[in-house]
């Protein structure tokens, strides 16, 4: 449903194998992988085992905290280029049409100036903005929806905080994929409700309305009252959780936290 209107190895045997990397040749972007750590036993002759720790360093961590920028005045200006106003919407009310503050998730600093993803259509806008319209911090988590497996994780780095089936959007209104963020938090009065005990809004709007429900086609992160639904593709293009999971989201994924929807 979318978002409604709000308010061991031998020692010969090693030898032949550094041998052999140097007969090779190891270019530096193809340089072999340090183990972290390796036990060698030797059982008897010829026969030994090999036992330790590889690290894989050709995947980057994770970062631990990711900067937003939160409005401070009653509108932002909106650029497409430094000192070029943005066409299509050159300026923000803050806040928002449903009373929200607003908020960007930053993507560069350039002087006085923030490149930020912009909560708006189409998906995946971005624009420049002024520094001096927006006070900037940091949110430690961010959020993966896998549409393929049904699930929600919030992540700390690269530790997991939550881990949860979801319910994501029909085949004829899907949840839309992208690289988008939290910009709404609201709890719902009726937490026995169809949108649970918390709307956690996403700057993703859907593909297939342009209205819902007295919104505008957001989609967002919610409670149910249906859990047995959980794992189907059966919604309007919002993400539903159980309200126990939707209830710890709220917790963990503050204003301008990133939310990656993938396949």
């Not at 052999?20 to 036990?39: D, E, T």
């Not at 085949?171 to 910009?183: A, K, L, Q």
């Not at 169809?194 to 956690?200: D, I, N």
Request: charged share 15%; proline share 10%; glycine share 10%.
């Amino acid at each position: 449903m979318l978002r409604r209107s709000l308010r061991g190895l031998p020692v010969a045997v090693a030898v032949a194998v550094v041998g052999l990397g140097a007969i090779l040749g190891f270019s530096p972007a193809a340089s072999p992988v340090a183990p972290g750590a390796v036990r060698v036993r030797s059982a008897e002759p010829r026969s030994s085992t090999l036992a330790g720790g590889w690290k894989d360093t050709t995947k980057p961590e994770s970062p631990l905290s990711f900067p937003v920028a939160d409005a401070t005045g009653p509108v932002v200006h909106l650029f497409s280029e430094i000192d070029v106003p943005l066409a299509s919407r050159p300026t923000m009310a803050n806040p928002t049409w449903e009373g929200l503050p607003v908020v960007f998730d930053v993507l560069e600093e350039e002087g006085p100036w923030l490149h930020v993803k912009v909560s708006a259509r189409p998906n995946g806008l971005t624009a420049w903005i002024l520094r001096a319209e927006v006070s900037m911090r940091t949110v430690p988590n961010h959020v993966e929806i896998s549409l393929g497996a049904h699930l929600v994780t919030v992540y700390h780095g690269d530790h997991v905080l939550l881990r949860e089936p979801v319910v994501i959007g029909s085949p004829v209104s899907p949840t839309p994929i992208g690289s988008f963020f939290v910009d709404g938090i609201v709890q719902v009065s009726d937490p026995g409700g169809p949108y649970g005990a918390y709307q956690v809004s996403v700057s993703g709007f859907s593909d297939t309305y342009t209205e819902f429900g007295g919104g505008i086609g957001q989609i967002a992160m919610h409670g149910t009252n249906r859990p047995d639904q959980v794992g189907q593709s059966i919604s309007h293009g919002c993400v539903r959780m159980s309200n126990d999971a939707i209830t710890r989201m709220a917790a963990l994924a503050p204003l301008g936290t990133p939310v990656a929807i993938v396949a």
